[in-house]
């Protein structure tokens, strides 16, 4: 992919057909059908490499979801195919890319995955990912079995039956051997007409009721239901009549369809409490997970006028805001969150109907509509109109819209953290990346705070959106019993990460003395995030082709020649890169320091990323590498002679967090979830 490139996932069905002439009868067909799924996904990658702006960046951001729901989904269905007695959720509705392949990954089908990898370093987080991905699929067990219509099957073993019947049915029905009578004869034969008789009419009136269209079913099941519901007092009536009356709430779900599917009712003169399902107490309405207390909070309907009560440290939101305490009214279209997990939208009939609503009638409530909101009521600009913005208010837009995505599960994220008694607070960041192709550009994402070691982990959205997910299923392992938090191995809990070297800084380098073969010697500033925090002391002087500084006293140079750039070309080039010091650096990285660095066209030969490496400093923000490294450009040719001009290098300064608590592991083995 690059700046200009477009991206999608592409799904080919090619579907099969059999038809069987005359199968049924005359003028009657049997059909078996097959369908084969071609699917192309598009790869993860990352936008700072890509260069990707506007529409492209906000490809690049749905795919990188899709592919997160994709892999969450078949992390399921290997958990249910090693597991086949535990009940597993498989979230196929997350996104309509696993709706489309529902059947192709858990359904009556084989499927056939084919990995691209690459061997470039840069590439290695998405070869992992997708070897990650790989190594799940391969974990997913289906039983396919030749598509045969259950009810075709039935109707021809009852068609048999009936011609078995039938032939019976024609002879004197008299068993083989024996001595009967005349009139025990009659007797038995009669008997046995009557129970041929009764079995070829049920056999008849079962194949009637299977002959029938779906349209036909559907009519005469819903002429049952409201048949019942006539006899039941008309429940259903009743029930549409009482939301036309009585103030109530209804659930906002990220699927629409299940949206407006629960209803809970606030009668007239009457208090409803909501609590928590796992401790209830008198509470009406009982929800579920973490963040729901017993007695969260209440509702009471005065004269047809709503109020809503919270009880303390339980978390309430009304229209995006938290509210607390008691008093506060709610009134039709409010927007009711109850916890993190639990969104609704208040609908009071009588203020419906007075047509006292805002101008241009009452919004429609969704979940987006809902998640906006209470990022706005948090500052951010969600309202964006992307015809009249610029690149840069474009990119900004889009990293709002990620942080409507994120921003409700970093309070999940917390609060499972404390239902789970994980000392570890989540928050959200924006925080410049410097890409190759645009220079500092921003990202969202999300930094883990272990608060009882003081380490501080930074994840990527994609990263932290799949561990919220077996944060969930570790918390209902520990709500059912399932689960002792005291054995866990650290690269089974979710919110572990290793205590490895993280990038804490970088320095800027800029090559253009270089071309006019001028010695680079200055203390660069080394920054983290935007700030300047530390310099770090390096010097660049051309250099003898065995390595050795070129001294002043020297008479004559080997690059004594050079009066332009362009006299380089077709030269050899040899450069003594010294990385001398660093001051200042952030003390809480201090357990390790080194710096990392590359050069265009003149790679490591001892590396296979081609990057270098100074040696390792311990236990100081102050370290002294005296790093020294001779590089050589055999010939310089038009791109190397540009890039010295116009281009820089960047030297990455790398440190170990110090733990403070001593137990923090550094070990290599990582969660096995796809898409990381």
Known sequence: MNATSSRAHTVVTITYTQLEINAKGPGKHSEKKAKMNLVDLAGSERAESTGATGDRLKEGAAINLSLTMLGNVITALAEKSNHPKKNVLVPYRESKLTCILQDALGGNAKTIMICALSPADINFDETLGTLRYADRAKQIKNKPKVNVDPTEALIQQLKAENERLKAQFGGDGAPSGGVMTEEEKEAMKKQLEEEMAAKMAENERMLAEMNKSWEEKLKEAQEQALKEAAESGGGAKEETEKKNSVPHILNVHEDDLLSRAVCYFFPKDDIINFGNRNNPGVEEILLGGVSIRPDHCRVH???????????????????????????????????????????????????????????????????????????????????????????????????????????????EANALANELRRKIKFETKITPVMSKNEGLISQVIVQLTDQESGLEFRWSKDKFINRVYLMREMFEKYSAGELDLGALEPDEDPFWDPNEAVNVGYCTVFFKPLAYCMPIDDDQQIYVQTESQGIMHIKMEPCKPDGSAISEEEEESIYDDITDPTDLRGRRLDVLVQVQHARGLPSKFNAEVFVEFELYKAPNPNRPDGKYLTPVVKGTSNPDFNFSQHVTWESVDEDVLNHLLTGNAFFNVFGLQEDKSGTAQTSKKKLLTAGE
């Open 301 to 411: 309907n005065v004269d047809d006028k709503l109020s809503l009560g919270v009880r303390d440290d339980c978390k309430v939101l009304v229209n995006g805001v938290e509210v607390s305490g008691d008093g506060t009214e709610l009134h039709h279209n409010d927007r009711l969150v109850v916890g993190t997990n639990y969104f609704f939208v208040v609908v009071h009939p009588g203020e419906r109907a007075s047509g006292e609503g805002p101008e241009g009638g009452w919004p429609e409530v969704n979940w987006d509509y809902m998640n906006r909101e209470i990022a706005k009521a948090q500052g951010m600009t969600v309202d964006a109109n992307w015809a009249n913005m610029t690149e840069e208010e474009k990119r900004r837009a889009l990293l709002n819209d990620e942080l409507v995505q994120v921003m409700p599960r970093v309070t």
